[in-house]
């Protein structure tokens, strides 16, 4: 197979410390795709990782570059990350990314998007996806305002589709996270939905999946690592066959 690009799940932290007219700083870099691709590693699938902020310069910008990978992962990257290019930045036209990947998945290939605060529409409506051409090929549709639903009693999966091929060899239950994005299924025989959490507002897609055009996408709708994910899910055994299984869906190997 060949390697998964995952664009995001990279964070730069910068705190102050003040201790009367003293104040210092310290800064931190994190990662939080490090339990993922370890999880897919171990099933011989590798990952080439772009932080967040390196997309602007280093997401593919052609076909032929898309084409050097199996999957293109988005988690935690907001559009407008993906939409600006250097030649943006000094006012000339370049390529809209999110048509680019469209009509990549149109033409046979294989897009997932994972949640977190900069997922969908993102916790502050910042990631921004809604309305856009990568919105248009996910099975979910954006809620147009922020989307993020913090669950610190823990959110419990339900299994809609057990015997999709997803779910083969995945030990249930699937213990519970904390938190996730707030999304709409669509309608369509081409969608469905696998996996649910119930909340006082609803049923919520956890794990959707859609045929579109001659390619497939995912959307699932928790973080791949901390801290939607709980220490439970990360512990999990079932958890790299979880997401090895998102990926060789994706890519028709099951």
Request: glycine share 12%; charged share 20%; proline share 5%.
């Amino acid at each position: 197979m060949k390697p998964v690009l995952l664009a995001g799940e990279t964070f730069h932290v910068t705190s102050f410390a003040a201790k009367g007219y003293e104040v210092g700083a310290s800064a931190r870099y994190s990662n939080g795709a490090e339990r993922y691709i370890q999880g897919l590693a171990a099933h011989g699938i590798a990952v080439v990782q772009i932080g967040g902020e390196r997309c602007e310069s280093e997401f593919p910008t052609t076909m032929d570059r898309l084409a050097a990978y199996s999957t293109v992962v988005l988690s935690d990257v907001g559009a407008l990350s993906l939409l600006y290019t250097p030649q943006t930045r000094v006012g000339r036209r370049s390529v809209n990314r999110l048509e680019l990947l469209r009509e990549w998945v149109e033409e046979g290939g294989a897009l997932m998007m994972a949640g977190g605060y900069c997922s969908f529409q993102g916790i502050d409506g910042l990631a921004m996806f809604r309305g856009t051409a990568v919105e248009e090929c996910l099975p979910v549709e954006c809620f147009p305002g922020p989307d993020g639903l913090e669950a610190p009693e823990g959110l419990d999966p339900v299994i809609d589709e057990i015997g999709h091929s997803i779910l083969a060899g995945v030990q249930s239950p699937i213990p519970y996270v904390l938190g996730m994005n707030r999304v709409a299924a669509r309608d369509g025989m081409e969608t469905k939905t696998l996996i649910h959490c119930g909340h006082r507002t609803g049923q919520m897609p956890l794990l959707s999946v859609r045929d579109y055009g001659a390619g497939r996408t995912l959307a699932w709708m928790t973080d791949i690592g901390p801290h939607w994910l709980s220490q439970d899910f990360m512990q999990w055994s079932g958890y790299d066959r979880l997401m090895v299984n998102m990926i060789r869906w994706l890519t028709r190997e099951i």
